[in-house]
């Protein structure tokens, strides 16, 4: 999703127009506390942009290793 929005969006920003992501444990969700099941998380921008690098950067090992 990440990438997706970076090249879709003219000017994208991480922490504005990401949002984060809700994990759903279905058998963890109880009547009485909804919360319970439910979690939030919105991962740190630097290790967004660290994974970004990373991931690039094996693609770009992956393409040379075909060409050779």
């Given amino acids: 999703?990440?990438?997706?929005?970076r090249h879709r969006l003219v000017d994208y920003?991480?922490?504005?127009?990401?949002?984060?992501?809700y994990y759903i444990f279905l058998r963890g969700i109880?009547?009485?506390r909804l919360?319970?099941?439910?979690?939030?998380c919105?991962?740190?921008?630097i290790l967004?942009?660290?994974?970004?690098i990373f991931i690039h950067w094996r693609k770009e090992i992956?393409?040379?290793?075909i060409r050779d």
């Fill in 1 to 5: 999703m990440y990438w997706y929005l």
């Fill in 13 to 21: 920003h991480y922490l504005r127009n990401f949002g984060g992501v």
């Fill in 30 to 32: 109880e009547a009485v």
């Fill in 35 to 40: 919360a319970n099941g439910i979690v939030y």
């Fill in 42 to 45: 919105l991962l740190n921008s």
């Fill in 48 to 52: 967004i942009n660290e994974l970004d």
């Fill in 62 to 65: 992956d393409t040379n290793r």
